[in-house]
């Protein structure tokens, strides 16, 4: 995927956006400056982002939960996104509109990214320690596109899991595909739980896996994002979008994240529907370390330069002939690196 060029005209609205949030930006920086200096804000504490609503943030603070405030961001803040720990001061009870302020972001430490309209990188939620990646049987889901989730959490360095949500509609025009396409996955060491929120199969050992860290679901629209926390977390109210009986694929409904703390222990992050990670940014060598069976047999072939296709003495084709490698996910990777060389020419 190439960056988009952009003529003239859309150059200089870009800039001009550009400066009219950079005064956005320097009228509540001194908003935020006045309040601090007129005693309108408590002592600096530790918060947590809750959720994002552009040039506001909603705060938890960590010592008393049920603290919460919308806050401004001083100047030279680096972006917050859901799940970012901060430094901020509260508004206290005396002060004019009850908005608090944050003055710095702590430490990440991880980060779930995806490309933006131009094609760089934007962090959607940070500090997760398990992505759940959603599939259903509608949308049909496709090894490419779950190999694609996987590559991108291996590189995150977050725990990736996958659920098969929506089971009360397999049936036998189904069952033995989804099978098939599920699984390679365990041996791999990644674990696959099948739930529905209708039968409310597989609910109970899915709040256990959630109670441990923080925890965020991704996967295409349509597949049951926000109907899963829904049943997690009723009083979430996060709204659902049936799907499309002409498409069958999913309506975008979230629209922004938000982290949600669940009952039985642990905390949630609802993002926005993503279709699919974007893997164009990354190198081919990052991608196959992204496939974690190929990692021991990485950088033992012949040629340092081997595409790992009819190359003599591969390590890669050797490991696929030994069986240590399926024919199924070397055809993925194929696949994705060839989307990859494709979207990188232009």
Known sequence: MSKRKLNRRQQWRINKIQQEREARARKREQSAEESLEEGQLGREQVGLVIANYGTQVLVESKSDPTLRQRCHLRANIDPLVTGDRVAWHPATEDSDGGIGVIGARLPRDSELQRPDRYGDLKTVAANIDRILIVIAPYPEPFANAIDRYLVAAETTGIAPMLLLNKTDLIDDSNREQLEELLAP?????????????????????LLHTLAQGCSVFVGQSGVGKSSLVNALLPSAGARTGALSEAT???????????????????????SPGIREFGLWHMEEAALLEGFIEFRPFIGHCRFRDCRHQSEPRCAIQKALTDGDISERRMNSFLHLRNSLESENKF
Do not use: C, M, N, W
């Open 185 to 205: 996955y365990p041996d791999l060491g990644y674990p696959v739980l099948r739930l529905s929120t209708k039968t409310e199969e597989g609910l109970p050992q």
């Open 248 to 270: 069958l694929k999913g309506t975008h409904t979230t629209t922004a994240a938000e982290l949600f703390h669940l009952p039985s222990g642990g905390d949630l992050i609802d």
